[in-house]
C-alpha cells in the first residue's frame, strides 16, 4: 500500500493565490450564493473554516456591516493574506490558525450564527 504524502504547506498556499480563479469554476457565483443564505442576526458571527485568502469574509463582511468573521486556516501565508484583504474592516475579522484534524476547534470561545 502507498503512503499518501500529499500535504499543503506554504507553498500550496502560494500556488492556490496565484491560481485559485481558475481552480475554483464560478466561485465568485458560489460566494454570492453563500453571502444570499446568511441567516438574517444582528450581530451576525461568522466561523469560516479554510478561510484561504479572504476572498468568502471580505463578502461577507462587505455585504453585512453586522458581521464579525472568525476566519479559521491552517496556512499562515493564507490567513497574512486574508488579514490584509480585509483590513478595511478593521476588528470585524479575526484570523486564527488552526488543524482541521484536531477537535479544538470545534468549541469556539463564541456562538457562530454560521
Keep these: 500500500m502507498t503512503e499518501n504524502t500529499n500535504q499543503w504547506d506554504e507553498e500550496t498556499s502560494e500556488t492556490f ?3 485559485g480563479r481558475y481552480m475554483v469554476p464560478e ?5 454570492a ?5 446568511l441567516p438574517e442576526r444582528t ?11 479572504g476572498l468568502l469574509a471580505d463578502e461577507i463582511l462587505r455585504a453585512r456591516s453586522e458581521a464579525i468573521v472568525h ?3 491552517g496556512s499562515a501565508r493564507m490567513l497574512a493574506a486574508a ?16 488543524d482541521l484534524g484536531s477537535p479544538d476547534w470545534r468549541q469556539p470561545d463564541f456562538r457562530p450564527d454560521a
Design 17 to 19: 493565490i496565484d491560481y
Design 83 to 98: 488579514a490584509t484583504r480585509t483590513a478595511w474592516a478593521g476588528p470585524r475579522f479575526i484570523p486564527q490558525e488552526f
Design 27 to 31: 466561485r465568485e457565483r458560489q460566494m
Design 33 to 37: 450564493i453563500m453571502v444570499a443564505l
Design 71 to 73: 476566519g479559521y486556516d
Design 43 to 53: 450581530p451576525l458571527s461568522v466561523l469560516e473554516l479554510c478561510c484561504g485568502e
